[in-house]
């Protein structure tokens, strides 16, 4: 089991590059892919920036939040709580990391579960992986 970032799940819904690769990890995950509890506001926000840009598609997308609250239903993807302690430590990462505190919530997720994470960030996954070497990018998890 791994913590993905919401970088990865955005691909199971809106056709990128490599999302071929983030279904298959979906499709592939034993046990469930851990996420923090923002990462529901973060994929939903990217669904519905989708849907008010390209309204004729708007079924899609709403289509894609109803999947989202089905994967969490089936335990495909499991919640994990972010106390607020464990914000202090993200932000801790995120300052000696120079990156946004939002990405570094995953990261120390990862660290405190001793899991790997996967993100389809490439920039993130170096700087992360100064710390977490356990840190993937989408291209090299498969």
């Known amino acids: 089991m ?5 970088s ?4 199971w819904f ?3 590059p490599d999302s071929l690769l983030a279904l298959d990890l979906l499709d592939s995950a034993q046990g469930g892919l851990h996420v923090p509890d923002e990462f529901v506001v973060e994929v939903a926000g990217a669904l519905v920036r989708r849907a008010n840009e390209d309204k004729p598609s708007r079924d899609q997308w709403e289509a894609g939040l ?7 239903d089936r335990q495909a993807l499991l919640i994990e709580r972010t106390p607020p ?3 202090i430590d993200a932000a801790h990462l995120a300052i000696a990391l120079g990156h946004p505190l939002r990405d570094c ?5 990862a660290m405190k579960m001793g899991r790997p994470l996967i993100t389809a960030d490439a920039k993130f996954a170096a700087k992360a992986r100064e710390v977490w ?5 989408l291209n090299s998890s498969s």
Request: net charge negative; glycine share 4%.
């Open 66 to 72: 109803f999947h989202l609250i089905d994967l969490i």
């Open 133 to 137: 070497p356990e840190t993937l990018d």
């Open 2 to 6: 791994s913590v993905i970032d919401a």
């Open 85 to 87: 302690g464990q914000v």
């Open 14 to 16: 809106v056709d990128e």
């Open 105 to 109: 919530i995953y990261l120390d997720l």
């Open 8 to 11: 990865v799940a955005v691909k």
